[in-house]
C-alpha cells in the first residue's frame, strides 16, 4: 500500500498557537503526523512537519489550502514537499 507524505515547513515569527493551527489543519484534511520537529531562537518559530496521507491527496490544493492557513495567521513562510512511500512489510 502506497501513502503519501508531505513535508511541510514553517517559519516566523513565534507566537502562541502556531502547533495546533497546522497539527489541527493537517487532521481535518485526513492527514496523519508522522514526524514533528520545531524550535524557537530568539524569537523565531522553526516547525518541520510530515504529515501522510492513506489515499493520494491533491497535494497542489493542500499547498494552496495551507498558504491560505499561513497568510491568514500571518506567518512568514510555509513550504510543501511531496514524497510518495511505500509500505514496508516486516516479518
Known sequence: MKKTVVGITV???DREGIVAAFTNFAFSKGGNI?????????????MYLEVSF???DDV???DLDIQSLAK????MS??????IHKKILQY
Not at 34 to 46: A, H, P
Not at 72 to 75: G, L
Not at 78 to 83: A, C, H, T
Open 78 to 83: 510555509v513550504l510543501i514537499m511531496k514524497q
Open 11 to 13: 517559519v516566523g515569527k
Open 60 to 62: 497542489r490544493k493542500f
Open 34 to 46: 508522522e514526524k514533528v520537529n520545531q524550535n524557537v531562537i530568539k524569537g523565531l518559530f522553526g
Open 72 to 75: 491568514k495567521e500571518k506567518w
Open 54 to 56: 492513506s489515499k493520494a
